[in-house]
């Protein structure tokens, strides 16, 4: 598994550089279930072998891949929350003047 790996799949699912487990599995269903013939998808093996190898490779990366759990990362998951402590105190945001620690 190379990085070049890791960007073809994700090219294949249609992804971006940020994406969660949920949204590769749903992708994975959704692009093996307009490939499968029985429902009536295109026929072509060659695209559902395409489909199955990006999805196993996408997740042996996420299943090895070590979580974060620093307030930097957390504040980068969450936006709202990095705006809150900017600005929170800010009574144009909703605070006051006395929130100010």
Same mark, same amino acid.
């Given at each position: 598994?190379?990085?070049? %790996?890791? +960007?073809?799949?994700?090219?294949?699912? =249609?992804? =971006?550089?940020?994406?969660t487990l949920k949204?590769?599995?749903? +992708?994975?269903?959704?692009?093996?279930?307009?490939?499968?013939? %029985?429902?009536? =998808? &295109?026929t072509n093996p060659e695209q559902i072998q395409q489909v199955n190898a990006a999805y196993e490779l996408l997740s042996r990366y996420c299943e090895n891949y070590r979580f974060s759990f620093s307030e930097?990362?957390?504040l980068e998951q969450y936006p709202e929350?990095?705006?809150?402590? &900017?600005?929170g105190w800010d009574p144009l945001w909703g605070g006051s003047s006395e929130d100010e620690s």
């Open positions: 598994m190379n990085f070049k %790996d890791i +960007r073809t799949a994700l090219e294949i699912f =249609g992804l =971006g550089e940020r994406a949204q590769i599995k749903s +992708r994975h269903r959704s692009l093996a279930k307009s490939h499968h013939p %029985d429902h009536g =998808g &295109q930097e990362e957390f929350e990095r705006l809150k402590r &900017q600005f």
